[in-house]
């Protein structure tokens, strides 16, 4: 019995992560415009950065080298990220953003596949094009206008993810690396670049800050605290407790929010070919997810030892190197959300 509500705990609690995760987008378009993009996203990472340096310090561990020099390159990709992503947000519904970057489910083990060199099943591209196709019906909703700008800057958002994911692994695997201080570094380089930008572009952060009345500043403690600091904490607890699979599943569920949140309170509207989009870009993303765990857990698998010994080739390995295990889920570690 308690193991049960152990683990009942843990997913109730992966699952509000996912949730969170969901309505971030609706939350932003609550505080955002063009004119604000930058300034919003300097609110945010300046509060989320010192708060996690705060907890960091209260630790008394100090930034080593290697975190700060990967940290710093991430960072920049992450800001490009939160600036696609944001500036998308500000010309498209809260509905179509959260659906369309769920499409980094898809980019990324396209672009880990390139470059390894290992290709990816054929199920897989059938699943990708499920859901881009999903992207084009909801972008149109049934007419056969092009996308709009926001829906495009958020196809981008993705793709730099996907980026930002692999560059991660790349930077970080098999180093020792303490994940709040990589956080924290990340983190604090969005705070510079955004608050640099915010002096060239749109409103200045403390003229955005004077503008929000209670409801609005709620919402943005709401993205830093729990959006953030939470989520992070979570995950770190989580993944002591249950399976790397088990967490990927729950938090994949973002888009699934993201969906829900922009229609039931955003009251986005979308007509039956946007619904049919929705539909296909939840089911190839999840399906391609599906499809590329498997083909990574079979590549990981040792191959049979041959049984003729003139065969075997001395002093090389028979198993066959499989994909790193890198992050998928938007949000999952690896992906920051703030």
Partial sequence: MRTFLERFRVDLLLLLVAVSWGSTYFVAKELVSADMVLALLASRMLL?????????????????RTELLAGMPIGVLLAAVFAFETFGIAHTSATNAGLIISLTMVFTPILESVLSRRPLPGTFFAAAILAVT?????????????????????VGAAIVRAVHVVSMHKLTGGKAMDSLNLTTVQLGTCALLFTAGSFVY???????????????????????????????????????RTSPSRVSLLL???????AFIGIVIAHDIIGIVGYCGVALILAGTAWGRSVEQRHRVKEREPQPASSKPEEAI??????????PSIPLVPGQSGKLRA
Avoid: H
Avoid at 209 to 220: E, F, I, T, V
Avoid at 252 to 258: F, L, S
């Fill in 48 to 64: 989320a950065a010192g708060v996690m340096a705060a907890i960091a310090g209260v630790r008394r561990k100090c930034v080593a």
């Fill in 134 to 154: 999903g992207v084009v019906l909801l972008a149109g909703n049934g007419t056969l206008d092009p996308p709009s700008v926001g829906d495009l800057l958020v």
């Fill in 202 to 240: 749109g409103d200045s952060v403390p003229y955005y800050l004077s503008r929000l009345d209670p409801r609005q500043g709620a919402m943005l403690l709401y993205l830093v605290l729990v959006c953030t600091v939470f989520a992070f904490f979570i995950q770190i607890w989580a993944v002591r």
């Fill in 252 to 258: 994949g569920t973002e888009p699934v929010w993201a």
């Fill in 314 to 323: 001395p002093g090389k390995e028979n198993a066959r190197p499989g994909f």
